[in-house]
């Protein structure tokens, strides 16, 4: 049987821009561009290159739990190489934590079957990194995560996980959820052919009663946490900026010592 | 009082300076309590009950050393079940998230990660983090279950407040379920004598501009002057000029030392993610437009080749 690999992407405000918060303190989307999180096109790229190393004997669904727009981020991953996408969309996901997406997530993976689901290492928006876990703890799979190398074959996952203190060599079988770092490969760009063709593709929208999940249990209201308050930074007060004519060294010196870190 | 849990991390019973933030934090929402995995409990129980562990809940396995993640999920819910903490804080590593966030399914909690700073609110604790590249400062808490929040290392100056911090052993049964992923094998990166990169109160980095691997040794013996770590842009680091294991930036490690030194960086956005929440910035580049000079309480424009080696003699020099 071939192969189903599912990649689950997020559509993300463009980090460039300038992002801000709405009045409910959810990330405001109107006023910047959004886009497919970079990081999850590394998780895309390995998903394809799995997907090589099999003879093509593999199917990848790309998914994404997300607004409207978020089909750009799908089509982006289809234009790469995907064969098919699922987008979770509802108007009472508005304000979902990372718990409920989580909870999203894995039912949606359920209901398209999987043998091995694949994220990036986190998103370029919460940075949080900790989807991959949340799903492998839900969906009751093995979890090979933050993996710089990756390969599928004979059933199960192995890969290079790098940490601060040691390299490791991970194996585990499928079904399992693995997340790559941007470490794992160069993504490609996607060909004028690739975006042609990514345009027939299969894009199946789900809402929240196809997954059975009452409304309560995702958006603000259902979130395991509150944003409270959220305030911008202040500007930083201009520093004082030196052209070094031979004596940078020395007035920087002076400054640190001032600041008591010499 | 009330408990908290503190995931204890360390090496071999060598605890790691961010597990005392941790036990520092956790005084302002209870009496923590600190949950020590693995080898060496006898060498890291006195470090902990100095700053402040009430009691020390240790267990050790062959398992969490031969799989992934899940035996310490395993083990970290029986000190859950064992305490009903009012809180549980581990370490922003990887895998203290990962370990959080397992946890936080099973006891069906909310989690917060990367926090700044965690005090007591009249409902529960409220973590503060800084978020879109440090542009935001936002403080949230945990609305359903027991908050669970992984810290950001240099969040807090570790106290000491001596404790009892008694030794019990913690009862653990890791689930076949729990034996999912094994590690085949481990390589221990080897020791460079410099401080981690996250948890160093001075980090100096290079960039683009340091045009070379073989130029890097001028970042290093700066940062060997200040006992600080050394990172890497993005740029730096996809030359293949330094190991990606120090690279700085929202795809790499984020740091937030009481100094950063940004030599021969821009200051991309990449890079701003990562590093914008250090308390000092000092930039040196020649681009006097460079982006990064907007960050800095200190900058200097100039040739990093001139003004680095320079100024590590200054600092070798008013080191004596």
Not at chain 2, 233 to 257: C, E, F, I, L, M
């Given at each position: 049987?071939?192969?189903?690999?599912?990649?689950?992407v997020?559509y993300?405000p463009d980090?460039t821009?300038d992002?801000?918060?709405?009045?409910d303190?959810t990330?405001?989307?109107d006023?910047?561009?959004?886009?497919?999180?970079?990081?999850?096109?590394y998780a895309?790229e390995?998903a394809?290159?799995i997907?090589?190393?099999?003879?093509?004997e593999a199917?990848i669904?790309?998914?994404?739990?997300?607004?409207?727009?978020?089909?750009?981020a799908l089509?982006?991953?289809l234009s790469m190489?995907?064969?098919?996408?699922?987008h979770v969309?509802?108007?009472?996901?508005?304000?979902?934590?990372?718990?409920?997406?989580s909870?999203v997530?894995?039912?949606a993976?359920e209901?398209t079957?999987?043998?091995v689901?694949?994220c990036?290492?986190a998103?370029t928006?919460?940075?949080m990194?900790?989807l991959?876990a949340?799903l492998a703890?839900?969906?009751?799979?093995?979890?090979?995560t933050?993996?710089?190398?990756?390969a599928?074959?004979?059933?199960?996952v192995?890969?290079?996980?790098?940490g601060?203190t040691?390299?490791e060599?991970?194996?585990a079988?499928?079904?399992?959820?693995?997340?790559?770092?941007?470490?794992s490969g160069e993504?490609?760009y996607?060909s004028?052919k690739g975006?042609?063709?990514?345009?027939k593709?299969?894009?199946?929208?789900?809402?929240?009663?196809?997954?059975?999940?009452?409304?309560?249990e995702?958006?603000?209201e259902?979130?395991?946490?509150?944003v409270e308050?959220?305030?911008e930074?202040p500007?930083?007060?201009k520093?004082t900026i030196v052209t070094?004519?031979g004596?940078?060294?020395?007035?920087?010196?002076e400054f640190?010592?001032?600041?008591k870190f010499? | 009082m009330a408990?908290?849990?503190v995931?204890?991390?360390?090496?071999?019973?060598a605890?790691?300076k961010?597990t005392?933030e941790l036990?520092?934090?956790?005084?302002?929402?209870g009496?923590?309590?600190?949950?020590?995995?693995g080898a060496g409990?006898?060498?890291a129980?006195?470090v902990?009950?100095?700053h402040?562990?009430v009691k020390?809940?240790?267990a050790?396995?062959?398992e969490?050393a031969?799989y992934l993640?899940a035996?310490k999920v395993?083990?970290?819910q029986?000190?859950?079940?064992a305490?009903s903490?009012?809180?549980?804080?581990?370490?922003?590593s990887a895998e203290?998230?990962?370990i959080?966030a397992?946890?936080a399914?099973?006891?069906?909690?909310?989690?917060i990660?990367?926090?700044?700073?965690v005090e007591?609110?009249?409902?529960?604790p409220v973590a503060?983090?800084?978020?879109?590249a440090?542009s935001y400062t936002?403080?949230?808490?945990?609305?359903k279950?027991t908050?669970?929040?992984?810290?950001?290392?240099?969040?807090a100056?570790?106290?000491?407040?001596p404790a009892?911090g008694?030794?019990?052993?913690?009862?653990v049964?890791?689930?076949?379920?729990?034996k999912?992923?094994?590690i085949?094998s481990r390589t221990?990166?080897e020791s460079?004598?410099r401080?981690?990169?996250?948890?160093?109160?001075?980090v100096v980095?290079?960039?683009r501009g340091v045009n070379?691997?073989?130029?890097?040794p001028?970042?290093?013996?700066?940062?060997?002057?200040l006992?600080a770590?050394v990172?890497a842009?993005?740029a730096?680091?996809?030359?293949?000029?330094?190991?990606h294991t120090n690279?700085?930036g929202?795809?790499?490690?984020?740091?937030?030392p009481?100094?950063y030194?940004?030599a021969?960086i821009?200051?991309?956005?990449?890079?701003?993610?990562g590093?914008?929440t250090?308390k000092?910035?000092?930039?040196i580049?020649?681009d006097a437009?460079?982006p990064?000079?907007?960050l800095v309480?200190?900058?200097?424009?100039?040739?990093?080749?001139d003004?680095?080696?320079?100024?590590?003699d200054?600092?070798k020099?008013?080191k004596?």
């Amino acid at each position: 049987m071939s192969l189903r690999i599912v990649v689950c992407v997020k559509y993300v405000p463009d980090a460039t821009g300038d992002r801000h918060f709405a009045e409910d303190l959810t990330v405001d989307r109107d006023d910047v561009d959004g886009l497919l999180s970079e990081l999850d096109e590394y998780a895309v790229e390995q998903a394809l290159q799995i997907k090589e190393a099999n003879d093509g004997e593999a199917e990848i669904t790309v998914l994404t739990v997300g607004p409207e727009d978020a089909t750009d981020a799908l089509r982006k991953a289809l234009s790469m190489g995907a064969d098919k996408a699922v987008h979770v969309e509802d108007d009472d996901l508005h304000g979902t934590d990372a718990l409920g997406t989580s909870l999203v997530l894995a039912k949606a993976i359920e209901k398209t079957g999987y043998d091995v689901v694949v994220c990036g290492m986190a998103s370029t928006d919460g940075t949080m990194g900790v989807l991959p876990a949340l799903l492998a703890e839900r969906l009751g799979v093995p979890q090979a995560t933050q993996l710089s190398q990756v390969a599928v074959a004979d059933g199960k996952v192995t890969g290079r996980r790098d940490g601060d203190t040691a390299s490791e060599q991970l194996e585990a079988a499928l079904p399992a959820v693995v997340s790559v770092t941007d470490q794992s490969g160069e993504a490609r760009y996607p060909s004028f052919k690739g975006i042609m063709a990514a345009k027939k593709k299969p894009l199946e929208t789900l809402d929240l009663d196809d997954l059975d999940i009452e409304a309560d249990e995702v958006g603000l209201e259902g979130a395991w946490t509150k944003v409270e308050s959220a305030d911008e930074r202040p500007a930083r007060t201009k520093g004082t900026i030196v052209t070094d004519e031979g004596e940078g060294a020395k007035q920087l010196a002076e400054f640190l010592a001032g600041q008591k870190f010499i | 009082m009330a408990e908290v849990l503190v995931y204890v991390d360390h090496v071999d019973g060598a605890v790691r300076k961010p597990t005392l933030e941790l036990l520092t934090l956790a005084r302002r929402i209870g009496e923590p309590v600190a949950v020590h995995l693995g080898a060496g409990v006898d060498t890291a129980a006195p470090v902990l009950a100095e700053h402040g562990a009430v009691k020390v809940l240790a267990a050790d396995a062959p398992e969490f050393a031969d799989y992934l993640v899940a035996p310490k999920v395993d083990a970290l819910q029986a000190a859950y079940d064992a305490v009903s903490p009012a809180a549980v804080l581990l370490p922003s590593s990887a895998e203290g998230k990962e370990i959080g966030a397992r946890l936080a399914v099973r006891i069906g909690s909310g989690i917060i990660t990367d926090a700044v700073d965690v005090e007591a609110g009249d409902e529960g604790p409220v973590a503060t983090q800084s978020v879109f590249a440090a542009s935001y400062t936002t403080k949230s808490r945990i609305t359903k279950g027991t908050p669970v929040i992984t810290v950001k290392p240099n969040s807090a100056a570790p106290e000491a407040a001596p404790a009892a911090g008694a030794v019990e052993q913690l009862a653990v049964t890791v689930a076949d379920a729990s034996k999912g992923t094994k590690i085949v094998s481990r390589t221990p990166r080897e020791s460079t004598g410099r401080p981690e990169l996250t948890e160093a109160a001075i980090v100096v980095s290079g960039g683009r501009g340091v045009n070379g691997a073989e130029n890097f040794p001028v970042i290093e013996a700066l940062a060997d002057s200040l006992g600080a770590a050394v990172g890497a842009s993005r740029a730096a680091v996809d030359a293949g000029w330094y190991p990606h294991t120090n690279q700085v930036g929202q795809t790499g490690k984020s740091v937030s030392p009481q100094l950063y030194i940004a030599a021969g960086i821009s200051g991309a956005i990449q890079h701003r993610a990562g590093m914008q929440t250090s308390k000092t910035i000092v930039a040196i580049n020649k681009d006097a437009e460079a982006p990064i000079f907007d960050l800095v309480d200190y900058g200097v424009v100039g040739d990093l080749f001139d003004v680095v080696p320079a100024l590590t003699d200054e600092v070798k020099s008013r080191k004596g």
